[in-house]
């Protein structure tokens, strides 16, 4: 991938306006890898993913970067929609699957061709 997408791995990608269960996405998310922590929060209608933490020396990521997320739930624990990348001016399509304090997230671009997933950790 190039270094614009970046960011697709470094956030849960996500935003729901008006959803009844935003309080299960909402708050820290530790990414499987262990390179990069996220808060996720409202941010208007949407719900914001920002950057708060990445671990020294990983590029293309930086803390503060923000995902602004649109996305619809599709069952009680799955939700797609769009995400854009603040920093980069980038849209990506989005999907997330929650399963108690873990999440899953899958961003991709170029419609759908190329696509990269991440799994988090709620550190709430």
Not at 69 to 96: C, H, N, W
């Amino acid at each position: 991938m190039t270094n614009r997408t970046g960011i697709l791995f470094a956030l849960p990608l996500l935003a729901v306006p008006a959803l009844a269960d935003a309080s299960d996405i909402t708050g820290v998310w530790a990414r499987g890898d262990g390179k990069a922590r996220v808060r996720v929060d409202r941010c208007g209608e949407d719900l914001c993913a920002t950057n708060i933490w990445v671990k020294p020396g990983i590029r293309n990521e930086r803390v503060g970067d923000k995902l602004v997320m649109d996305i619809e739930p599709v069952s009680q624990l799955r939700f797609e929609g769009k995400a854009r990348d603040v920093r980069r001016g980038m849209t990506y399509s989005m999907e997330i699957f929650l399963d108690g304090t873990a999440m899953r997230t899958r961003g991709c671009v170029l419609g759908k061709l190329i696509c990269k997933s991440a799994h988090w950790r709620n550190m709430n």
